[in-house]
Protein backbone atom coordinates (compact mmCIF):
# COMPACT_ATOMS: atom_id res chain seq x y z
CA UNK A 1 0.00 0.00 0.00
CA UNK A 2 1.38 3.65 -0.86
CA UNK A 3 0.94 5.59 2.24
CA UNK A 4 1.50 8.90 1.94
CA UNK A 5 2.51 10.70 5.03
CA UNK A 6 1.35 14.25 6.40
CA UNK A 7 4.14 16.25 8.15
CA UNK A 8 3.41 16.01 11.80
CA UNK A 9 3.01 12.42 11.30
CA UNK A 10 6.11 11.86 9.13
CA UNK A 11 8.04 13.70 12.02
CA UNK A 12 6.50 11.26 14.75
CA UNK A 13 7.56 8.39 12.44
CA UNK A 14 11.09 9.59 12.80
CA UNK A 15 11.22 11.05 16.16
CA UNK A 16 9.43 7.27 17.46
CA UNK A 17 6.89 9.58 19.37
CA UNK A 18 4.72 8.64 21.34
CA UNK A 19 1.94 10.85 19.55
CA UNK A 20 2.19 8.52 16.84
CA UNK A 21 -0.48 6.31 17.20
CA UNK A 22 0.26 2.44 17.19
CA UNK A 23 -2.14 1.65 14.72
CA UNK A 24 -0.30 4.09 12.57
CA UNK A 25 2.95 3.04 13.41
CA UNK A 26 1.89 -0.87 12.26
CA UNK A 27 0.64 1.08 8.82
CA UNK A 28 3.74 2.50 8.46
CA UNK A 29 6.38 -0.30 9.57
CA UNK A 30 4.11 -3.33 7.46
CA UNK A 31 6.27 -4.87 4.86
CA UNK A 32 3.05 -3.92 2.76
CA UNK A 33 3.43 -0.62 3.08
CA UNK A 34 5.77 1.72 0.71
CA UNK A 35 5.82 5.34 2.52
CA UNK A 36 5.97 8.36 0.53
CA UNK A 37 7.00 12.25 1.51
CA UNK A 38 5.58 14.76 -0.63
CA UNK A 39 7.96 17.80 -1.55
CA UNK A 40 5.61 19.98 -0.06
CA UNK A 41 6.16 18.34 3.60
CA UNK A 42 9.69 19.42 3.12
CA UNK A 43 8.96 22.77 2.16
CA UNK A 44 6.72 23.01 5.14
CA UNK A 45 9.01 21.90 7.07
CA UNK A 46 11.53 24.38 6.00
CA UNK A 47 9.35 27.42 6.10
CA UNK A 48 8.26 26.96 9.78
CA UNK A 49 11.77 25.60 10.95
CA UNK A 50 13.21 28.70 9.68
CA UNK A 51 9.91 31.06 11.44
CA UNK A 52 11.14 29.18 14.49
CA UNK A 53 7.71 27.11 14.85
CA UNK A 54 8.06 24.92 17.97
CA UNK A 55 6.03 22.28 15.84
CA UNK A 56 8.94 21.73 13.36
CA UNK A 57 12.07 21.05 15.96
CA UNK A 58 14.20 20.24 12.71
CA UNK A 59 15.59 21.46 9.61
CA UNK A 60 13.96 20.65 6.11
CA UNK A 61 17.55 19.46 5.67
CA UNK A 62 17.87 16.94 8.80
CA UNK A 63 14.15 16.25 8.44
CA UNK A 64 15.04 15.00 4.81
CA UNK A 65 17.89 12.95 5.92
CA UNK A 66 16.41 11.15 8.70
CA UNK A 67 13.31 10.07 5.88
CA UNK A 68 16.24 8.88 4.09
CA UNK A 69 17.53 7.21 6.44
CA UNK A 70 14.07 5.30 7.23
CA UNK A 71 13.66 4.81 3.21
CA UNK A 72 10.96 6.33 2.59
CA UNK A 73 10.47 7.72 -0.96
CA UNK A 74 10.32 11.15 -2.22
CA UNK A 75 7.69 12.25 -4.00
CA UNK A 76 7.70 15.47 -6.25
CA UNK A 77 5.08 18.02 -7.13
CA UNK A 78 3.68 18.05 -10.14
CA UNK A 79 1.54 20.22 -12.14
CA UNK A 80 -1.13 18.04 -12.06
CA UNK A 81 -0.91 17.78 -8.08
CA UNK A 82 -0.89 22.00 -8.30
CA UNK A 83 -4.36 22.31 -10.44
CA UNK A 84 -6.19 19.38 -8.85
CA UNK A 85 -5.98 21.66 -5.40
CA UNK A 86 -8.88 23.98 -7.80
CA UNK A 87 -10.95 21.49 -7.55
CA UNK A 88 -11.12 20.38 -3.90
CA UNK A 89 -14.12 21.59 -1.56
CA UNK A 90 -13.13 24.15 0.93
CA UNK A 91 -12.72 21.90 4.08
CA UNK A 92 -9.80 23.27 5.45
CA UNK A 93 -7.66 26.30 4.49
CA UNK A 94 -4.19 25.07 4.62
CA UNK A 95 -2.33 25.05 1.32
CA UNK A 96 0.40 22.47 2.74
CA UNK A 97 -2.64 19.81 3.50
CA UNK A 98 -4.73 20.71 0.34
CA UNK A 99 -1.90 20.13 -1.59
CA UNK A 100 -0.97 16.97 -0.10
CA UNK A 101 -4.79 15.80 -0.32
CA UNK A 102 -5.02 16.80 -4.07
CA UNK A 103 -1.44 14.24 -4.48
CA UNK A 104 -3.07 11.48 -2.31
CA UNK A 105 -6.22 11.75 -4.93
CA UNK A 106 -4.17 12.32 -8.11
CA UNK A 107 -1.41 9.49 -7.65
CA UNK A 108 -3.63 7.29 -6.11
CA UNK A 109 -2.31 6.88 -2.08
CA UNK A 110 -3.54 6.85 1.25
CA UNK A 111 -2.42 9.50 3.27
CA UNK A 112 -2.40 9.25 6.40
CA UNK A 113 -2.77 12.60 8.81
CA UNK A 114 -3.81 13.52 12.54
CA UNK A 115 -6.30 15.63 11.24
CA UNK A 116 -9.70 14.95 10.74
CA UNK A 117 -10.75 18.31 8.86
CA UNK A 118 -8.52 16.50 6.40
CA UNK A 119 -9.95 13.53 6.67
CA UNK A 120 -13.17 14.54 5.48
CA UNK A 121 -11.87 15.05 1.91
CA UNK A 122 -11.74 11.36 0.82
CA UNK A 123 -13.17 8.02 2.85
CA UNK A 124 -9.28 6.57 1.20
CA UNK A 125 -7.57 9.27 3.71
CA UNK A 126 -6.46 7.43 7.21
CA UNK A 127 -7.31 9.72 10.23
CA UNK A 128 -5.03 8.99 12.80
Known sequence: MNL??????????????????????????????????SAATLWEISIKHCLG?????????????????????????????VVAVEELPRHHADPFDRL??????????RLVTHDRTVARYSDTIIAT
Not at 20 to 29: D, F, H, M, S
Not at 53 to 78: H, N
Not at 102 to 107: C, D
Open 4 to 37: LLDTHVALWAIADSPKLPVKTRALIESPKSTIWI
Open 100 to 109: LVAQALAEPM
Open 53 to 81: RGDMPVSGQEAMGYFREAGYRFLPIEPEH
